[in-house]
Structure formats: structure tokens, C-alpha cells
């Protein structure tokens, strides 16, 4: 593989680089000790409070609610969070059910909704509702872990009083405005019906301070400038979940309604160094409004004594009119020049799910799923720009136009248990139409088949192998058909009508192994095949849009552990540890040499590169915690760090980096059993840093015009908590 040109794509291909040896030598101590310690000794060193029991032949870990006392729970959330070996997936966004549920069950069911996070949901289910916590690593009770390798299922009392669930807190931001809140939830039953109605009232406050520092070919500096940004608004939700059983039926409901407005301004101070040249201002606003309604429903029940059925209906809306500005002025405070852009992107989806389950066939459980779905995207966009004659309207291709998505998906699978060996298989399609019309009309037609492989192999108590090769197909961000300003970068983010989805043909190894000790360690290898990698698409010398760019592969490894400490005198204390290194490669449209796929990048338009494309190197995490149960206190704190993101313009190279993310707490339910939690965020406020290499035309092909190095200042938070039930 050759590298030319930017010293730091080649950085990016052939290492590593910056990763940290302290955190790399914690963890290697960390893991040395947990392999090396026998499971006697393990035990011996274990802390007070019940320990899990294990059923199902090593598939299921289950938590009884007295297993969590120790951490002072108020919500199901909070017992969730502390289940060892454990990391929380709330979905995505894509469109399906599948993608939005998560590795979240309750009551042996995924939540029908979309909008509103799994995590959302169990921070209004108080803890008192909860009877234990279901680990699950396999096959139970025909629970399909939708391809993740563990799911955590909430068990709930279905006989309970009513339940009032409060949080009052209060965040102080060293950079923006305080934002104060209120969340609030009930859990009753209503005749035969057992309800969860919930609402949250928040004010909308932030804001950042940084720099932007301008160089030439030669690295000199030409322009400095100030930034300070500030935002304010107001974030309301309502949710209402609720179930009943209906003679043999249990029916459930799941509806959210959001209203939030948001109103940043960025005052930018501009200081040219270059003589007669004079400083500038820059004011760029954005005032955004978004609606979102969503209401989901299922019903299940045993068709028979062999087959068993559930039904799935989801609706969501969502509107999001906003009206963009940017307006420059000269040393005189003098308007120069005003561009004013007016959107409106709404949003439809409509899903219809049905799960079929047979277990007449002994020692096999047949799952038949099948999945309708419409999701429809319109957007629009009014440009003015006025130089001091009067706003003039200008056109913006791509920017106003309709895509619609019909699509179906099927699935038939068979888990087939035998002894010490579970094998999950089955044959997966798609198809689906997307249709665009307005701005750029065209219609095409998708075929997929999807199959999967999962063999679990539990050849020792608590130790577990699981081997899984699957077909996966990407859901295109409909953001990305349609062309958008980012008035922040001067810059103009093209859509694209002519994306289709990549699809991965995923290896993944893992080993886990379980202390009785609530001790965890779980190993990951994988291996990724990338058909039609979506990245940056060179367009024009000068622009590019989201696009398809080739075949590309994606490897690497993972850890996820929970470790007890008392073994080195931290009595109550546990460390939790997440930890990724993987690399990646893809020819590069522009150059034609071998690079890294694009990472994720911060603020920018291109969405669907934030949620599909999460290419760092490496990152990783330490959480720690320790419980004092006499006194009833808890302490801990994060440190976390990723590598820097790439994105691979076609005249640019634009690298984005945060530094590391160190966080505090301390928790007490010492007084009328409140519990009362003081949060410290981002304490030693690392720069957000932003690079960007400027090249005269095509990246790397022809040499660098400028460089340009953008600093953010997030703040120092701090964040008090008030939070009961009664």
C-alpha cells in the first residue's frame, strides 16, 4: 500500500498512533490479574449482596432485584446500568422496528416504539416495580436477540400499587445558561389496565467559546477568530405506555408526543492578519421547531399449545421547520451581506410487523417474521441572499423533493438446541422500492437476501463461545437525497438520488467468561465485508455527496469487562471497561490508493456517515464505581477517548478530534430516601478540535492551498439531581 501526500492520511492507514499508554497498561493489568485469578480466590474477594444464579445451560444470567440494593436504584434504569458485563444499546434510527429496539426487553417483549429510547422507557419504570433481571446470551424462551450477542430482560410486578416516580434537577454550564428540569412519571392500574403515563419539561440551554485560526500553503497565519455560541429553548415530552390482557391476548400501547425549539447563535469575531485587510463579524442563527408524535401496538398471544403469534403496528411523524442565517459585517458594523435559508423536512413512517414462533418439533424453535413498511421524506428549501439591493432568491438543486420507500422484509429461522451446542440459522430478504420525485425523479428496485449463522457453544459453566456470520443491509438516512446549507462552513451539503444501501457480510468470535464474583470479561474478533461502501462521492473538482465508492473491509477487536476490586482493598468498588481496536480499508475514489473508511465526524451534514460509518481506530472506556452500603453513598467517574475521525472531501481533508472525556459523580440516599446525585461533565474541558487541509484541486493529486484549525470549548457541567417516588 502506498500513501502520498497529507502525513496524516498515511497516519491513519499504518497505526495506531495516539492511543495512551497509561489506559493501555491499566487495562493490560487489569486483564492479567482477571485471567490469572482463580475462581476460589475470586470468590473469596467478591463483595457483599446476592450473586446471579445461572439457568438454561449457561443462556440465562438472572438478577434478582435484591442483587441491586447495594446501588440505591430509584428507576429500572439504574439497575440496568449495573448489571456486570452489561453495555446498553438504545437502536438507531433507521427505519424498521428491528433497528430501533435495541438490546432492551420488558416482560419478554421489545418495546413497539421508535422515538422513544429503551433507556427513556426504564428511567420511568420505577425500581421498586421490578422483581429481577434477565441476562440473556442464547436462546430462551423463544426470545430472538435480533443479532445482538446479549439482551437484558425486565422482569415487572404485575401486581402493584400506584407508583409516582420525580426528578428535579438543575445543570450549570460553564460556557451557556443554567437548564433546569422536571421529569415525571406514574405507574397505576386502571381497571384491568396497567399504565406508565410519563412527562418531561426541560429547558434548552447550551453553548461553546472557541477559535478558528486560518494558515496559508506555508502554514502562516493569515486569520484569527473568536467564536462564542449560545442556545436556548425548551424540550417538552409526554409518553403513555400501557397493557392488558385480553382474554388470551395481551395487548400493549406505546405513544410519544415531543415539542422542542432550539435557538443557537454564533457570534464570530473575525481579525485578518494579512495588511488592509479589515476585521470582520459574522452572525449565524438558526431557529429550529421539532414535532414528533409516534404511536405503536402489539398484541401477542398462544395460537396454540405449539404456535404462538404477535402482532406489531408503529406510526411516527416528525416535523422540522427551521430558518437558517448568516450575516457578515464589516469593521464598521455594517451589514455587508444576509443569506437567509427556510426549510421544512417532514418526516413519515408506517410499520406493520407479525412474529409467528412453533416449537412442535422437538428440540427446534421455528420463528417465521415478516415486516411491511412506507416511509416518506419531503423536504424543502427557500434561499435568499442580499448584498444590500434587496433579497434575491436563489436556486438550490436538490433541495426540494419527495422520497418514499415501500419495503418488505421476511425472515425464517430455526434455533436447534443440542447438549452443550445451540445453532441459531436462517434465510432473511428484502425488497423494497424508493421512489423520488421533485428536484429529481426517479424510481428503483431493491432485492436482498439476508442469511444468518449463529452456533453457541457453552462447553464449561460461566464460560461461553459464540460464532456468527450473518448478511447485513444497511437503511439509508433519506437526509442524505436531499441537499441541505451548512451555513456554519460557508459550504453547501449535496444530496444524492443515486444511493443504495451497502450491505456486510459480518464474522464475529467471541468468548465470555463469568466469576461468581459478578466479575466479567467477554472477547470479541470480527471481520466486515463491505459491498457499496456509503462514504464521500467526488461530484465536481470541488464538491462531493454521499454516495457509494467501492467494496472496503473492516476488522478488529473488542472487550467489554466488569472487574471487582476489592481484591486490591476497594471494597464495593467495580470497574467497567469497554475498549475497541479495528482498522479498515477502501480504495479511495479521489487518489485511487488504499485508506481508512471515513470516520464519524462531529456537526456536519452528512448523517448517514454518523450513524452507519463508526470507522475509529480505536477507543475506549473506563467506568468506575464504588458503593459505601453502610453510609448509603456512591462515587465513581468516567475517562473515555477515541481516536480522531477522517472524512475525505474531494479537495479536502477534514480531521476531527475531542480529546478525552472525564467525568464525576457522587450519589446519596442518606436523607428521606431521596436520592440526590451531583454529576461533574467534561471537567477538564478538552478542545474539540477540528483540521482541515485545503488542497488547490483534487485531494492529494495537487498541492495544498491552506490549512484551517477550528478549536471548541464544550464547558465544564454540573449537574444536581433531586430524584423519589412515593
Known amino acids: 500500500m502506498q500513501i502520498v501526500g497529507n502525513p496524516a492520511l498515511a497516519g491513519a492507514v499504518t497505526g495506531v498512533g495516539r492511543l495512551t499508554i497509561l489506559p493501555a497498561r491499566l487495562l493490560l493489568m487489569l486483564l492479567s490479574g482477571f485471567l490469572c485469578m482463580p475462581e476460589s480466590v475470586a470468590q473469596d474477594l467478591a463483595g457483599p449482596g446476592p450473586v446471579e444464579s445461572m439457568q438454561g445451560e449457561d443462556q440465562l444470567v438472572e438478577y434478582p432485584a ?18 456486570p458485563g452489561f453495555q446498553l444499546d438504545n437502536g438507531s434510527s433507521d427505519r424498521g422496528f428491528i433497528a430501533a429496539v435495541g438490546n432492551i426487553l420488558i416482560n419478554d417483549v421489545y418495546p413497539s416504539a421508535k422515538q422513544d429510547s429503551p433507556s427513556s422507557i426504564l428511567a420511568r419504570i420505577p425500581a421498586n416495580l421490578v422483581t429481577k433481571i434477565e441476562l440473556i446470551r442464547g436462546s430462551v424462551r423463544e426470545i430472538d436477540l435480533q443479532g445482538q450477542p446479549v439482551a437484558v430482560n425486565v422482569i415487572l410486578d404485575g401486581d402493584f400499587p400506584a407508583v409516582v416516580r420525580w426528578d428535579l434537577y438543575v445543570r450549570h454550564h460553564s460556557e451557556g445558561p443554567a437548564k433546569p428540569g422536571v421529569d415525571m412519571s406514574v405507574s397505576d392500574r386502571w381497571g384491568r389496565i396497567d399504565y406508565n403515563a410519563g412527562v418531561r419539561i426541560e429547558r434548552e440551554a447550551n453553548g461553546e467559546t472557541g477559535n478558528d485560526k486560518d494558515l496559508d500553503a506555508d502554514r502562516v497565519l493569515v486569520e484569527e477568530s473568536q467564536i462564542e455560541q449560545e442556545s436556548t429553548g ?19 400501547i406505546n405513544s410519544r408526543i415531543h415539542y422542542e425549539t432550539r435557538n443557537p447563535l454564533q457570534v464570530k469575531q473575525v481579525s485578518p492578519l494579512v495588511p488592509g485587510e479589515e476585521p470582520s463579524k459574522e452572525l449565524v442563527g438558526n431557529a429550529l421547531t421539532i414535532k414528533q408524535f409516534e404511536i405503536g401496538a402489539d398484541a401477542s398471544r398462544n395460537l396454540n399449545t405449539e404456535l404462538a403469534g404477535k402482532g406489531i403496528f408503529l406510526f411516527s411523524l416528525e416535523k422540522l421547520p427551521k430558518t437558517a442565517s448568516r450575516e457578515v459585517f464589516d469593521a464598521d458594523d455594517n451589514r455587508v451581506s444576509s443569506t437567509v435559508a427556510v426549510t421544512t423536512t417532514d418526516s413519515t413512517a408506517v410499520v406493520a410487523r407479525l412474529e409467528l414462533d412453533w416449537k412442535g418439533w422437538p428440540g427446534h424453535n421455528i420463528q417465521f417474521n415478516m415486516e411491511g413498511a412506507f416511509n ?17 432568491e436563489v436556486e438550490v438543486p436538490g433541495a426540494n423533493t419527495r422520497v418514499e420507500e ?42 436482498f437476501l439476508k442469511p444468518e449463522f449463529v452456533l453457541t457453544y457453552a462447553f464449561r459453566e460461566r464460560e461461553q463461545t459464540r460464532f456468527r456470520l450473518a448478511r447485513e443491509v444497511a437503511q439509508l438516512d433519506f437526509d442524505d437525497f436531499v441537499t441541505a446549507n451548512v451555513f456554519e462552513d460557508d459550504d453547501l451539503s449535496l444530496g444524492n438520488p443515486d444511493l443504495k444501501p451497502d450491505t456486510t457480510w459480518v464474522a464475529e468470535l467471541s468468548h465470555e467468561w463469568r466469576l461468581k464474583n459478578e466479575s466479567v470479561l467477554r472477547l470479541t474478533a470480527f471481520h466486515n465485508w463491505i459491498s457499496d461502501v456509503l462514504d464521500l462521492l467526488p461530484l465536481t473538482p470541488n464538491f462531493e455527496a454521499p454516495g457509494n465508492i467501492g467494496d472496503g473491509r473492516r476488522w478488529g477487536i473488542e472487550l467489554e469487562s466488569t472487574v471487582l476490586l476489592d481484591g486490591l482493598g476497594l471494597t464495593g468498588a467495580k470497574l467497567d471497561i469497554t475498549a475497541l481496536l479495528q482498522d479498515s480499508t477502501v480504495v479511495d475514489p479521489v487518489t485511487g490508493n488504499d485508506r481508512v473508511l471515513s470516520g464519524e465526524g462531529g456537526n456536519n451534514a452528512y448523517r448517514t456517515l454518523e450513524n452507519s460509518n463508526k470507522n475509529i481506530r480505536y477507543l475506549f472506556r473506563l467506568d468506575y464505581r464504588q458503593d459505601f452500603s453502610a453510609a448509603r453513598v456512591a462515587w465513581g467517574w468516567t475517562i473515555a477517548e477515541r481516536d480522531e475521525r477522517l472524512l475525505f472531501r474531494v479537495n479536502e481533508l477534514d480531521v476531527r478530534d475531542e480529546g478525552y472525556a472525564i467525568n464525576v ?29 485545503f488542497y488547490a484541486g483534487e485531494r492529494e493529486l495537487t498541492p495544498v492551498d491552506s490549512y484551517k484549525t477550528e478549536e471548541r470549548f464544550n464547558g465544564r457541567r454540573l449537574t444536581l439531581t433531586i430524584s423519589g417516588t412515593f
Open 665 to 693: 459523580f457522587i450519589e446519596t440516599t442518606r436523607w428521606k430516601n431521596l436520592k440526590v446525585s451531583l454529576v461533574g461533565d467534561n471537567l477538564l474541558n478538552f478542545a474539540q478540535v477540528r483540521d482541515r487541509t
Open 376 to 392: 416518506a421524506l419531503d423536504g424543502t428549501l427557500f434561499q435568499t441572499v442580499d448584498t444590500g439591493s434587496g433579497p434575491v
Open 406 to 447: 415501500v419495503r418488505g422484509d421476511f425472515l425464517l429461522k430455526d434455533t436447534w438446541s443440542h447438549g452443550l451446542l445451540k445453532l441459531d440459522y436462517g434465510l432473511g430478504a428484502e425488497v423494497s422500492t424508493i421512489t423520488q420525485s421533485g428536484d429529481a425523479e426517479q424510481e428503483r428496485n431493491f432485492f
Open 66 to 83: 435484591a442483587f441491586f440494593a447495594r446501588y440505591q436504584p430509584v428507576t429500572a434504569l439504574d439497575m440496568v446500568r449495573q448489571v
Open 234 to 252: 425548551i424540550d417538552l415530552t409526554g409518553t403513555l405506555n400501557a397493557s392488558a390482557l385480553m382474554g388470551k391476548t395481551l395487548a400493549r
